[in-house]
């Protein structure tokens, strides 16, 4: 590919002032509290896999635990680059840098557009789990959710990584709960995993095909989404070269076990195929126990959807801020976005991420999952391609984590992820092709005539290199 950034131009663009840099003050604990609420393992659980429930019925764990052995893939994708490329950028420095100026800022459109709608949908759905307590309307709470998430992204980091964690907690215990509760109330056995059917509309059961599965992989490719957080934390990181691949690879083993296990007990345990494809988690567990456990468990789902909300308005503020320092827009919006406050955070990013978000809120959203798929999977697939130039030229002998099987890895995921794009629906690719067509239009009258100028991909310098990093050939 053409007009790829040079490791000296990575590393010190050739004009302006030198970028900014954010301040390296969490390790590997920390970046896993802060990239595993960014999962949200309950809040996906109860507002995400219910959609799956509705098409897959019994094989929705078996669609999540094939989206999840793709994340592995994905995951040694981004741990080689994310070491490669430490940048707050994440994808879109990874990409530009490798694969070209081009296909990195539809990669950073393609994140953007997952990162900006996301947050206040789910916040939305904190309405029906605080409904045991107090009836707010989905609108007013989504937004109050938002407007608490920005208030705590504006603090520093590391207080963050505690807040979230915290939060945490209480999320996996609720999960457990459901999973213990699930397998006590087992009406089915082991092998209805393997057999998909799903309650019809017109009554009785219908059978459910491998291309409905093929179609449901792209929401659950999401459903694990957030393990690529790390790669955006890699700046703040202590030692990112070591600190990041850890973070990702746990990341996401962590959340498929908290998100799988449930799913399993869930279609075991559910007293009927409607039951299940209706995908009402809490009335199951209401069922399977009392309503005061249906309440402990609804309570702490509301307090996972506020843990994603800080933590998904701590990685867009992240975004926003990386693509002001690389010249993305004009000069006076680059300013402003790339000011860091008090805390060391890019407060004017934050507030652009968090204010606009809780308005968002009393938007209707209804084909969210559908172009966030779509938007997820595209975004993987050109993190593929950049994966296989990452070893060519002077990257072959930069320092950075390794994954193994290259370049077969890439090369497999890039075949799946182009065929799973071909079996979504229309509109879905519609809209995001339409959003990608107006990208591609900024880029090539804004961003390409002035590139001297603008969209200059910047990688700050690790200036701690980690000795316990083995620089590999491929």
């Known amino acids: 590919m053409t007009d790829t950034l040079s490791a000296p131009q990575a590393l010190s663009p050739a ?8 301040r390296r003050s969490i390790g590997v604990v920390g970046g896993t509290l802060l990239t595993l609420s960014c999962v949200t393992p309950a809040s996906t659980l ?3 896999v219910p959609d799956l429930f509705a098409g897959l019925g019994t094989w929705t764990a078996l669609t999540i635990a094939i989206g999840s052995l793709l994340c592995i893939g994905v995951a040694f994708c981004y741990s080689e680059l994310g070491t490669l490329i430490p940048s707050a950028g994440g994808e879109y420095a990874m990409v530009s840098t490798l694969a070209g100026r081009l296909a990195g800022w539809l990669v950073f459109v393609l994140s953007l557009l997952v990162v900006m709608i996301v947050p206040p949908v789910i916040a939305m759905g904190t309405a029906d789990y605080l409904a045991p307590v107090i009836d707010v309307p989905a609108p007013v709470a989504g937004g109050g959710v938002m407007l608490l998430a920005t208030l705590a992204g504006l603090l520093d980091l590391r207080a963050n ?3 979230t964690g915290v939060f945490l907690v209480l999320e996996v215990i609720a999960a457990a709960l459901v999973a213990v509760l699930g397998f006590a109330h087992a009406e089915r056995g082991a092998g209805s995993l393997v057999h998909g059917t ?7 059961t219908s059978p459910v095909t491998a291309m409905m599965v093929v179609s449901g992989l792209a929401i659950a490719l999401f459903v694990t989404q ?16 070591r600190d990041v691949p850890r973070t990702v690879l746990a990341t996401l083993a962590i959340s498929t076990a908290v998100i799988l296990v449930p799913v399993v007990a869930i279609t075991v345990g ?5 039951a299940l494809t209706s995908g009402d988690i809490g009335a199951m567990v209401t069922a399977w126990s009392n309503s005061a456990v249906g309440t402990f468990v609804s309570l702490c789902v509301a307090l996972a959807i506020v843990n994603a909300g800080i933590v998904m308005v701590i990685q867009n503020s992240r975004v926003l801020f990386a693509s002001a320092r690389d010249k993305a827009w004009p000069e006076p919006v680059n300013n ?3 000011r860091l406050g008090r805390f060391g955070s890019p407060w004017v990013a934050t507030l652009l991420v968090g204010v606009p978000g ?3 809120c009393f938007v209707n959203l209804d084909t969210l999952y559908g172009v966030t798929g779509v938007s997820v999977t595209g975004m993987y697939l050109l993190v593929a391609v950049a994966a296989l130039f990452s070893r060519r030229g002077e990257h072959r002998g930069s320092a950075a984590w390794r994954m193994p099987l290259w370049p077969a890895v890439p090369v497999v995921l890039i075949a799946v992820f182009a065929y799973i794009l071909t079996q979504q629906e229309t509109a879905y690719l519609l809209w995001t092709g339409g959003i990608t067509a107006v990208a591609t239009l900024y880029w090539a009258l804004y961003l390409r005539p002035r590139k001297d100028t603008r969209w200059l991909v910047s990688i700050p310098e690790d200036t701690e290199p980690d000795p316990e990093v083995a620089v590999a050939a491929a």
Request: aromatic share 8%; proline share 8%.
């Open 198 to 204: 799903v309650a019809a509309e017109a009554g009785g």
């Open 336 to 338: 402003a976005l790339a």
């Open 226 to 241: 957030g393990f690529s957080t790390a790669v955006y934390l890699s700046e703040e990181l202590e030692k990112p070269r």
């Open 161 to 163: 990584a505690w807040i």
């Open 15 to 22: 004009t302006g002032p030198v970028p900014q840099k954010l």
């Open 270 to 274: 559910a007293p009927d195929l409607d």
């Open 358 to 360: 809780a308005a968002m």
């Open 46 to 48: 109860f507002v995400v």
